[in-house]
């Protein structure tokens, strides 16, 4: 793996940053710090086009609209598809440069819509790859129930061939972004007599159809990210299974691949922790860090540890860029992302001492808008979603040391 960019990778790099200096809306650059509270929560350009107030559908539109001048709004896309079809390196340059800037990132349909491509029809592909790519339909993931987490090949949620369509009953548990999406991609059980990783059908899901309602699910600080989704006698066409019906397993599959290879938040962590040193520094700040000094060694701990963050990312991107496919070295970077994040919060909770009893992030004591304190509650589901942790070590200790299953 190189460290140094090559001169093409020079040239792109600066290309990208020259673009975000010229293009990215003031809405973004003056909001950054109160939007992203908390890393993992971004901004997002196709959720403030449809659902932000006045400034925030402008602020999208002209992001959005830059953005397909370059064919950015999907950068990791086929060109033939309307993307940019950029490299796997040039993907993590593109990405690493936004979140230094703290611009929204790029990309609407990350994980369906390259599995669209890889599994889908060409009335698939023709339907729902443009519209997604214009922000036009926005996905949630149905895979989990309450039954099925981690264990997701013992789903339930069925959907039984009635003619032309199928009818799905149902239901699915931390659904993200639900209240926000208007359409569902999921696994559905289509035959309860196969072995659990068989029987199971990958079918898209308008949400404007009758029978499918969501209800919010709140975190433990008031966050409402994630839902439950009920599926009632609900009829989709035959047309909107995606590859061979009880064979779904393996799409679902290919789409985690893309959502495990992704390049970490490593950049907005060292982000969070420079505006955490330089605020320690200030001398307005020195009555709202009595611990600051008691906690310079775990600071210094957290940057190496971002750097380890943003290497395991590196090490990702250089593996596709060689064709390669990352599993365990994808699932070594999840587990230290998430976990990272974690501790990070706890570090910041610990500098502001008694001051991190407080909550609101508008409580003029509240040193950095709070952000550590929320940062402490909303960073607690990080090594659960995406695949808990636990399963995380179990595929680096499989498929990565080579142990044998316990």
């Not at 380890?308 to 090490?315: I, Q, Y």
């Amino acid at each position: 793996m190189e460290w140094d960019d090559s001169t093409e990778q020079a040239a792109f790099r600066a290309d990208v940053r020259t673009f975000i200096a010229e293009r990215l809306p003031a809405f973004y650059k003056q909001g950054r710090q109160r939007t992203l509270r908390w890393v993992g929560l971004e901004n997002n350009w196709a959720q403030d086009w449809v659902h932000g107030d006045d400034a925030a559908k402008l602020a999208a539109r002209e992001w959005a609209a830059a953005l397909g001048e370059r064919g950015w709004v999907a950068p990791h896309w086929p060109k033939q598809y309307g993307g940019a079809g950029l490299t796997a390196m040039e993907q993590f340059i593109f990405n690493a440069e936004l979140a230094v800037a703290g611009a929204p990132p790029a990309g609407t349909g990350g994980l369906v819509g390259p599995t669209l491509m890889i599994h889908g029809s060409d009335e698939q592909k023709e339907r729902f790859l443009g519209p997604t790519l214009r922000g036009e339909i926005m996905w949630a993931q149905g895979f989990s129930e309450p039954g099925a987490g981690s264990d997701l090949a013992s789903l339930q949620c069925r959907a039984v061939r009635d003619g032309d369509e199928y009818v799905i009953n149902g239901q699915k548990l931390w659904t993200s972004a639900a209240h926000k999406s208007n359409y569902i991609f999921g696994l559905f059980r289509t035959d309860p007599e196969a072995p659990k990783h068989r029987g199971i059908s990958f079918l898209l899901i308008d949400q404007t159809t009758p029978g499918v309602s969501v209800r919010p699910i709140y975190s433990m600080g008031w966050e409402h990210a994630t839902n439950e989704t009920f599926y009632e006698d609900v009829r989709i066409p035959v047309g909107n299974l995606v590859g061979e019906e009880n064979r779904g397993w393996y799409v679902g599959m290919t789409l985690l691949d893309f959502e495990r290879s992704g390049v970490g938040s490593a950049v907005q962590m060292r982000d969070q922790l420079d505006q955490l040193i330089s605020f320690v520094r200030s001398p307005e700040a020195v009555a709202n860090t009595p611990a600051a000094g008691l906690a310079r060694d775990a600071m210094a701990e957290r940057y190496i540890e971002s750097e380890v963050l943003f290497n395991l990312g590196a090490r990702v991107a250089s593996m596709q860029a060689q064709g390669l496919v990352p599993n365990y070295e994808a699932s070594m970077g999840k587990i230290c992302g998430s976990e990272l994040a974690q501790r990070i919060a706890r570090t910041g909770m610990k500098v502001f001492g008694l001051y991190s009893n407080l909550w609101d992030m508008d409580e003029p004591l509240a040193p950095m808008d709070a952000r550590f304190t929320q940062n402490y509650c909303h960073t607690v589901v990080q090594t659960v979603f995406g695949g808990a942790n636990e399963i995380q070590r179990n595929i680096i200790a499989t498929r990565g040391l080579g142990l044998p299953r316990g």
